[in-house]
């Protein structure tokens, strides 16, 4: 009769190794689980970078929500700026967008196929400018909607055929799948979507250093361009910690009595969808830029139009003798002349 063996000493100990990494794993699918449901909920204690949403900025059924990295909100709110200054319309902002998402994630990346650079993959030996130009993402937007200005049918045409007749990419229908992300974005940041714009990431300049006004201002020209700021560059109240810009800036083109013009300049032939800004879409157009701009220029309040914006906070209605009221906001009810961004202290 055979000798029985007794059992090895390490199978007790291996069924408990397999029985603590199940039960870690419940634990994980649990915290999952639970931060799911918080995030479905609504819970703004999640959200760490920003956010666009359709629908004035509620998030509703029928609404849409775009999330990116503070560094991707930065970047479109340049592009979509950079469009505003040449007179370019929602479409062609859209399309930008668009392309710089499947070229870049909406990231300035230093490398690339080949000698691409930048938001769009430029080339510097294909003539895009000099690697450091390229780099630059007021200069890389601005080479992208010249090339597409001097498509006369643009605005016409599928939007991944647009944006490959300025790309040449090898892969002609990627730009397709990012459309509708894109559009939303454009919506928002060319001011037509009041309020949709939030991001929740904290404002560096209060961890460090005092927001710098003559910074903001510098900003605000090199994407907007010289149009955006009085001819002195002097705008805003007393309080050396806020700016204001006023909607209908010195020297602008975007508002909504040179409509017609715009439009007749730059081929805008859809109903609704004009080169020029209304007052109200330039007023948006600015408060979205100063919030995903917020984290690098120090900024942790925004009002415009009876809004305010708070780093943090996001977006809530302005009242009069409010508690919460600050120096910026408490004339935003009925203020819609200019924007006003208060610097973090």
Known sequence: MPRTTPSSPSRPTGRRRLYQVLAAFV???????????QYLSGSKDLLTGCEVRSGDGKADGEGRVYELGVDQAANAATIAAVGAARGMPERAVA?????????????????GDLDSLGLFQQRPSQGWGTAAQIQDPVYSSGKFYEHLAKISDYED???????????????????????PDAVL????????????????????????????????????VRDFGKGVLPADGAAGPAA???????????????????ADTADAKNGAGAAGDTTA?????????LAHWAVARSADLGIDEIA?????????????????????????????????????MRLAQ
């Open 304 to 340: 415009y139009a009876g809004k305010v914006w708070t780093a943090g906070a996001g977006w809530r209605t302005d009242r009069a003798g409010d508690a919460n009221s600050t120096d910026t906001a408490e004339s935003a009810e009925s203020d819609t002349d200019e924007v006003r």
């Open 27 to 37: 634990v994980l699918a649990a915290l999952a689980g639970y931060l799911a449901v």
């Open 277 to 285: 800004a209304t007052a109200a879409q330039r007023g948006w157009s």
């Open 240 to 258: 050396a910690h806020t700016v204001a810009v006023p909607v209908r800036a010195a020297g602008t083109k975007d508002t909504a009595d040179t």
């Open 95 to 111: 399309i930008a967008l668009a392309t710089a998402i499947q070229e870049s994630k909406l990231r300035n990346i230093d490398y």
């Open 157 to 179: 045409l599928p939007l991944t055929e647009a944006a490959q007749k300025v790309q040449r990419s090898g892969f002609p229908q990627a730009y397709a799948q990012h459309e």
């Open 185 to 220: 974005l454009a919506s928002a940041l060319t001011g037509r979507i009041p309020a949709s714009v939030n991001c929740a990431a904290p404002v560096t300049a209060t961890a460090t250093a005092p927001g710098d006004p003559d910074r903001l201002r510098t900003e605000l």
